[in-house]
């Protein structure tokens, strides 16, 4: 996308005018940078500060304030985030000519709507970059090869599981490269060619593609349109046997679906039951969007402590944080992690060693990382919203459940193919990842499409215009795809 046009009529406000038009802003508790950004809003809706009013530059900003430019960077990105304020590189910042609808500039290009992985949260990863680097040296006379993981990762990871209600050590875990290393680590230690995985369906690609890589046969339990079949879930593992099971029980992938905490506990039960070892993928566990929904333990705190080991859980960096920091870890019995960190030796040996030392210090780090998690959430509510108003308004007869988190929606096509509706986006410019992609080959349903609201809110309204008019070309009965393949992450 080429960037936006600068409006034409402007309203120069400066600081000390935009400082004396806050007033009293500050709110009591809370994150400085949410509540500037609350005020500067409520200026617009009240119509103190006009459409097109170009912002003082951040720096300017923030000395007339008092505060310190990550305050009023992180409020402006916020303000870009749910469509109130466009931003032109060397020109300023300007209030958005219309909030409901966020200008696309007009030149053409494609679009993907494959990833689901949200930018960085800037100022803050690059100021962990910088520390990192400076710690660097204090590694750099060794092999740099820590197969478990740097120490001081291992302590911060299993600090945040026992802050969310899972005692844990360091002991406990073990560092990857992003999800999917752990995720093909614990294939290759726990299974064989020929043997069976009881998986969701529909699931994550990537689940499907180790387990293709590795040999071993897949065994979907569909999951229901408000959740989990725990008779599905009984019968499978009854009849499969099998050594593995995987569940994405927070805000899965890709229907957002979250499961309750006395589900988690019926599971772990039946798992134990059936000999099985259930790998929880958390990858998106810290990016619950509703604050009136208190999000459940862990699934491995239902592992009762004499039987520890029925869950595996696999975390990454990648969805909360940022996807350019490929760490990933594994949180097991101490036994099995030592198991792994030997197994792993003959697949990829470590992490890279800056990687982990930047998630270190931003785990290690309480009021950093509640910074960061209040930004990411903050930016995919916004996104979620705007993406959730203009498929109701451009696309009525889609359905979806609006997620309490994680970062796609899981849209019913309304009655057109999926894979026809993905190859006619494609056509017109939008690349987007149908049901058939997340499903066990031949065994999945043709009528959702996944919507990740990670791009910015000018995007999102582009996307869906695009797939408006495919939809209206009657580009989408139920013709075969022809070979759309996204990445999808």
């Not at 009591?28 to 500037?36: E, I, N, P, Q």
């Not at 989990?228 to 890709?254: E, I, K």
């Not at 909360?320 to 990933?328: E, F, H, V």
């Not at 998690?373 to 993406?387: M, P, S, T």
Request: hydrophobic content about 45%; aromatic content about 4%.
């Amino acid at each position: 996308m080429g960037r936006p046009e600068m409006p034409r009529a402007v309203t120069r406000i400066g600081a000390q005018q935009l400082c004396e038009l806050l007033g009293e802003w500050r709110a009591d508790g809370g994150s400085a940078y949410r509540a500037l950004a609350a005020s500067v809003r409520g200026l617009v809706r009240e119509g103190r500060l006009p459409m097109t009013s170009r912002l003082p530059a951040e720096r300017d900003l923030a000395d007339a304030l008092a505060v310190s430019r990550t305050t009023v960077a992180s409020a402006y990105e916020l303000l870009r985030a749910e469509g109130s304020l466009i931003s032109l590189r060397g020109v300023g910042s300007f209030v958005a000519l219309d909030r409901a609808q966020p200008r696309c500039a007009q030149e053409p290009g494609p679009i993907d709507l494959t990833v689901a992985a949200l930018p960085a949260p800037e100022p803050w990863l690059s100021r962990m970059m910088a520390g990192a680097v400076a710690d660097l040296p204090g590694y750099t006379g060794g092999h740099g090869a820590f197969p478990a993981g740097l120490p001081e990762l291992r302590a911060a990871i299993a600090a945040r599981y026992t802050a969310r209600g899972l005692p844990t050590g360091p002991e406990q875990i073990l560092v990857t490269n992003g999800a999917t290393g752990a995720f093909t680590l614990l294939v290759r230690q726990f299974g064989a060619p020929g043997e069976r995985m009881v998986v969701e369906e529909p699931t994550h690609p990537g689940v499907l593609r180790s387990l293709t890589r590795a040999g071993i046969r897949p065994v979907p339990v569909r999951l229901l349109e408000h959740g989990w079949d725990l008779g599905a879930w009984r019968r499978a593992l009854q009849a499969a046997q099998p050594g593995l099971a995987c569940v994405t029980p927070d805000f899965h992938a890709p229907t957002g679906l979250l499961m309750p905490d006395e589900q988690r506990r019926d599971l772990v039960a039946l798992a134990r039951a059936a000999g099985a070892t259930l790998v929880a993928d958390e990858s998106m566990a810290e990016l619950s969007l509703d604050p009136a929904i208190p999000s459940p333990p862990p699934l491995a705190a239902h592992d009762t402590p004499d039987r520890s080991g029925t869950v595996i859980t696999v975390g990454s960096a990648g969805k909360a944080y940022w996807g350019g920091l490929r760490i990933g870890w594994i949180r097991a019995g101490a036994q099995t992690v030592r198991r792994l960190a030997e197994q792993r030796l003959g697949l990829d040996v470590s992490s890279p060693v800056i990687d982990q030392l930047v998630l270190a210090r931003m785990l290690g780090d309480p009021g950093v990382l509640a910074e960061v998690l209040d930004f990411q959430r903050d930016r995919a509510r916004a996104r979620r919203d705007v993406l959730v108003a203009l498929l109701r308004r451009e696309l009525p007869a889609w359905t979806f459940q609006v997620p309490t988190g994680g970062l796609a929606l899981w849209a019913r096509t309304g009655g057109a193919s999926a894979r026809a509706v993905a190859d006619a986006a494609e056509r017109h410019g939008v690349r987007l990842a149908a049901e058939s992609h997340f499903g066990v080959a031949g065994g999945s349903p043709d009528d959702h499409v996944r919507l990740p609201y990670t791009q910015p809110p000018d995007v999102l309204a582009e996307s869906v215009r695009r797939l408006a008019g495919a939809l209206r070309a009657a580009e989408c009965g139920t013709a075969p795809a022809r070979g759309n393949v996204p990445m999808s992450f």
